[in-house]
């Protein structure tokens, strides 16, 4: 049976950032990914935003590794000259009683550190956006945009220079745990084959709750139970009639009035929530009439039929419908009680921005693992 250091499950942004940060400390590193291409999954169906950091919960991991993922990413991309900019972010109030929402949001930025945070009334708001009808705003610059794929192509340059192999069309079907790490069942196009680690890191996205549950001796509370919800995108037809990102209050959220840039202008709409049992990108043109009423909530001049259906996203959360928002398991050995393994389960947005520190995060989880018979060098990866 092959053997190498370090296995990482999952070629996305999250994957090949830990995989860059483990080769580049000097650890032999495969990633296995079940698709034929890297950045299929959540990664590749975001809305690229680079968060500033307003809305996660203060002390939580979303809000630390946010707020420091956004500095290392925009330094990150300008070093790689990843296309990254910092077009800021207007989220609105579409009426009155959504204002002490925004003071909250305020509140909450304010306690995570998220940057400069402008309050803008009515017509502070129609000074930067002539089109947008609400009731006050508060604009954050540090908000951006990046290119996804070409970071996550810099990441895996960076992994494959340090000595990191990539296997794609290779499925993760089996884990053992095994007195010298793990004994890991692999998928490669029809062909089983077996690989041994010593650290094991589930990147697996919406993959990675099922991993986790099948690896035997985690600590009960330490194995994740996943809720899927459904988000759908419409593009916007035509020039975008804004400059920023939008971000109204969180029932028209829901419905799907959060507007995003891509660095090329193109806007779109997205995503709304639905809660589905099992993975589904079906995309349900039908859903345009309600993306319509939200959106017109701020922006009354939206023309009908300018909707056009473009993708579906699955993300994976810790809390069901109705609950507030869980925290992402992040899970060490200290945590789980299995030397060797970092589990990441339910980690939606922030998750592209954070993947930095995250995959440093990571590397100090298995540097502290008290039994690993091979260190992990703790100096962190260099831009
Ligand atoms: C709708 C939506 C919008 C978002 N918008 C933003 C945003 O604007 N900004 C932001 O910071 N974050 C955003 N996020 C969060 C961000 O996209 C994710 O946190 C991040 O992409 C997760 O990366 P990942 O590598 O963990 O997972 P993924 O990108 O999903 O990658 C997991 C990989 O694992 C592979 N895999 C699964 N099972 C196996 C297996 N058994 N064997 C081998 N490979 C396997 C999959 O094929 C996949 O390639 C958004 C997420 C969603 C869903």
């Not at 203060?58 to 993922?69: E, K, Y």
């Not at 989220?91 to 304010?110: I, P």
């Not at 009731?135 to 945009?145: E, V, Y």
Request: charged share 20%.
């Amino acid at each position: 049976m092959d053997r190498t250091k370090c296995v990482v499950v999952g070629a996305g942004v999250i994957g090949l950032a830990c995989a860059r940060r483990m080769a580049m400390g000097g650890s032999e590193v495969v990633i296995v990914e079940a698709a034929d291409a890297i950045g299929t999954g959540m990664s590749a169906r975001s809305n690229e935003v680079v968060h500033a950091g307003l809305y996660y919960r203060p002390g939580s991991p979303q809000a630390r590794l946010c707020v420091s993922g956004r500095d290392a990413l925009f330094a990150y991309c300008e070093h790689h000259g990843v296309a990254c900019e910092p077009i800021g972010k207007l989220v609105v109030a579409t009426d009155e009683a959504a204002l002490s929402w925004l003071t909250g949001v305020r509140a909450n930025a304010r306690a995570n550190g998220a940057g400069e945070l402008e309050w803008l009334d009515e017509d502070g708001v129609r000074a930067l956006e002539p089109e947008i009808r609400c009731r006050a705003a508060l604009h954050s610059p540090a908000t951006g945009i990046v290119d996804s794929h070409g970071l996550m192509l810099a990441l895996l340059g960076d992994a494959e220079a340090a000595g990191a192999v990539l296997a794609l069309g290779s499925a993760l079907r089996s884990v053992s745990v095994t007195p010298k790490g793990f004994a890991l069942g692999i998928d490669s196009g029809g062909e089983a084959t077996r690989l041994e680690c010593r650290f094991l890191i589930n990147a697996a996205g919406i993959g990675a709750a099922p991993i986790a549950q099948s690896i035997d001796g985690l600590r009960p509370e330490s194995i994740p139970k996943i809720h899927l919800a459904k988000g759908t995108f419409f593009a916007l037809s035509g020039p975008s009639p804004f400059r920023h990102l939008i971000v109204p209050d969180v029932a028209v959220q829901r419905a799907g009035g959060i507007f995003t840039l891509d660095l090329a202008g193109r806007g779109r709409f997205g995503p709304d929530e639905e809660w589905i049992a099992e993975v589904d990108y079906g995309l349900d043109a039908g859903r345009a009439p309600a993306f319509t009423a939200a959106v017109r909530r701020y922006y009354p001049g939206l023309d009908s039929g300018a909707l056009q259906p473009d993708y579906v996203a699955v993300r994976p959360r810790r809390n069901g419908p109705g609950e507030a928002m869980a925290d992402w398991l992040l899970a060490g050995p200290r945590e789980h009680g299995v030397a060797g393994l970092v589990n990441m389960c339910g980690f939606e947005s922030p998750g592209l921005t954070a993947a930095l520190p995250i995959a440093d995060a990571v590397a100090a989880m298995l540097l502290a693992d008290a039994d690993a018979d091979v260190a992990v060098t703790g100096a962190a990866a260099p831009v």
